[in-house]
């Protein structure tokens, strides 16, 4: 299954491109995409009394004909609803022509639960807000009880953002063809979608290279082979030294929390760097990382220099306010002259509420040449408010574009936390994470991703994969716990997802 998504735009000119360079014409593409569902239909609901298709004005609708007119052949007792005519000369014209079912309008629609959907009514064509005659047949059809199979995506869903045009079909199974959407794995979308299920309808791989997708769903086929695994020349210091910055006598937790994930994550030495009235309580609480007192930012970036630290980590439960700001500038200009990666979080990212622009020029002047350093941010919903409230404000843009826009404007890869986590890169990249697990959603939690996050980059890996990584080993992590997971757990699962990674070569998932 290709890690590629393709926007519906992009998903309309790899059908163009297939249909131009063959084997298949666009008739022959959609009678490979209606069987599928055809296919799926006779083997998941085999007792099915009536299969009603809902067959909406474009190609999905024509899928939708295939599908009706190969059930109807396999003895299926089949209903086809539609009004209006395809486009003539449309793919969809031609299949309806093949059907030979007579056609039922809307109002006919009365599905029993003992009787399969079929959505057919809009996919990738879907531009505007649904309203009648559709709005009634979809809640019809949620309503009705029935499994609901969508083609291509449920109608009303908007496979560019995830997000719902005015109403939307809340499948059973969603039957997609060649690339998967950012729709099918962005909230509310991944919800409707139900199970979403990939068909090779027979689009040639090679179109991808001329549309030059920059999206991914982040597995580890995006960023294993940049996973830094030791080898046996490795010194600990070969293998990074990552500086986690505590909060006063109250707030250590945090620190050690993402200390002790960085170093599970692979780095060669990791250091608290606490404030003097927490020297004490870190102490207690330490034994392979190690304490260093730092009061201020001089002491940090000297320690930092003297030490080889090669990442950073500072926000959680360092305190907001202007000190936090001082420490961050300091470690962003150090970043500026040597291969360092600084990640911010929580109180790191909500001390620049008042003035992201000064958090954004001293990251600009980071770079992103090799050999330089990088910066991470890793907000949550709330933290991402504060440095752009324009982005979270901004009505109908998706998850995805909201980070890829905020990491664009702050020059740093972001890392905006949820269910469906998108990790951006400045250069446009992005990806979106699958493997969370709700029971994620544990205070500490995101302290010990940023530990990882920190941790990766400490040993050279580069950010976009780093952050990617991260996310997916800290969710892997906590779906193999499971219920009852609290923070503490998170650090001592990942030995054996990075082994598992690290055995499973090869594997695409
Ligand atoms: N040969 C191929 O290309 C292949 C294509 N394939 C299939 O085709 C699908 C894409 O087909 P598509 O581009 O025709 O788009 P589709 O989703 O059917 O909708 C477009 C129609 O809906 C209308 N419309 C839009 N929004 C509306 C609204 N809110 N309310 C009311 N009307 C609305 C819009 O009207 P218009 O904007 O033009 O007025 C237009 O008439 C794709 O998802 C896959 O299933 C596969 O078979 C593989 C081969
Ligand atoms: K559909």
């Not at 109002?107 to 009648?132: K, M, N, T, W």
């Not at 890869?413 to 986590?421: A, C, Q, R």
Request: glycine share 12%; net charge negative.
């Amino acid at each position: 299954m290709g890690i590629e998504l393709l926007s519906p735009a992009q998903m309309a000119e790899a059908d163009r491109l297939a249909i131009t360079r063959g084997p298949f014409d666009g008739p022959a593409l959609m009678q490979n995409a209606g069987s599928a569902v055809a296919r799926e239909i006779l083997s998941r609901y085999p007792q099915a009394q009536t299969v009603h298709v809902l067959a909406g004005p474009g190609n999905n609708g024509g899928d939708g004909f295939v599908a009706a007119r190969l059930l109807a052949e396999a003895g299926v007792d089949v209903r086809v609803h539609c009004e209006g005519h395809p486009r003539p000369g449309s793919d969809a014209e031609g299949a309806l022509a093949e059907m030979r079912l007579p056609l039922l309008g809307f109002d006919a629609f009365a599905p029993q639960a003992s009787d399969v959907i079929v959505d057919a009514l809009f996919g990738a064509g879907l531009v505007r807000e649904i309203g009648a005659p559709h709005a009634p047949v979809i809640e019809r059809a949620n309503a009705s009880g029935a499994p609901i199979v969508a083609v291509d995506l449920p109608s009303g869903l908007s496979g560019e953002t995830g997000l719902v045009l005015g109403i939307a079909i809340r499948a059973d199974l969603t039957v997609t063809f060649f690339r998967l959407k950012p729709g099918h794995l962005l909230y509310p979308g991944r919800d409707l979608c139900g199970e979403t299920i990939l068909v090779d309808i027979g689009i040639p791989a090679d179109v991808l290279a001329d549309i030059g997708s920059r999206t991914f769903r982040s597995v580890p086929e995006l960023w294993r082979t940049h996973i830094p695994w030791p080898d046996s020349g490795s010194h600990k210091y070969a293998r990074g030294h990552v500086g986690v910055f505590s909060g006063g006598p109250s707030a250590t937790g945090a620190a050690r929390l993402a200390a002790i994930s960085a170093a599970r994550a692979g780095a060669g030495a990791v250091t608290v760097l606490s404030p003097r009235q927490a020297v004490q309580v870190n102490a207690m609480h330490l034994t392979s990382v190690m304490l260093k007192r730092t009061d201020t930012p001089e002491e940090a970036v000297m320690f930092a220099a003297d030490r080889k630290m090669t990442s950073a980590l500072i926000g959680p439960g360092f305190g907001v306010g202007e000190r936090c700001t001082e420490f961050v500038l300091a470690l962003a200009r150090l970043a500026a002259g040597r291969p360092f990666g600084l990640v911010l979080d929580a109180d790191a990212i909500t001390s620049f509420e008042n003035a992201p622009h000064r958090l954004f020029e001293a990251l600009a002047a980071i770079g992103s040449e090799t050999g330089r350093g990088c910066a991470v941010l890793t907000p949550h919903e709330g933290e991402f408010r504060r440095l752009f409230p324009d982005l979270a404000d901004a009505a109908g843009l998706s998850k995805l574009e909201r980070a890829r826009r905020a990491a664009e404007r702050s020059h740093a890869v972001v890392v905006l936390k949820g269910p469906d986590t998108v990790i951006a890169a400045a250069d446009g990249r992005a990806a979106i994470n699958t493997n969370a697990t709700p029971f994620l959603a544990t205070a500490g939690s995101g302290d010990v991703l940023a530990g990882i996050v920190a941790g990766l980059l400490a040993q050279g890996m580069p950010a976009f994969e780093a952050a990617a990584a991260g996310v997916w080993l800290h969710a892997e992590a906590g779906a193999r716990f499971g219920p009852g997971l609290i923070a503490e757990d998170l650090p001592g699962l990942l030995p054996a997802v990075l082994a598992g990674l690290r055995d499973s070569q090869g594997s695409s998932s």
